[in-house]
């Protein structure tokens, strides 16, 4: 069994998981300051799904272990930018 293809996975999911997490919080931390703040947070959520979800969907075409190696990995983005934000208290 080649740990390939679970590396691979873990990177690219890593990656999106910032991409889509870090779009979340991004959005957040400007959601005072635009007008009509809930379509900016729908529109938000809208890019950040049509950018992750094809790519869950390519990897789970490439194999089981693309598909956990990239589920773990955006998760890990996901823990990772959370302690971030609160070690930095939110607002960083």
Known sequence: MSLVP???GLVVGAVLGVVYFGGLWWTVQRL????RPQ??????FVVRAAVVLPAFVFLA???ALWLVGALLGFLAARFALQARAVRKGGDG
């Open 61 to 63: 075409l490439q194999g």
């Open 32 to 35: 005072r300051t635009w007008r």
């Open 6 to 8: 679970l590396l691979g």
């Open 39 to 44: 379509s900016a947070l729908l529109a938000s």
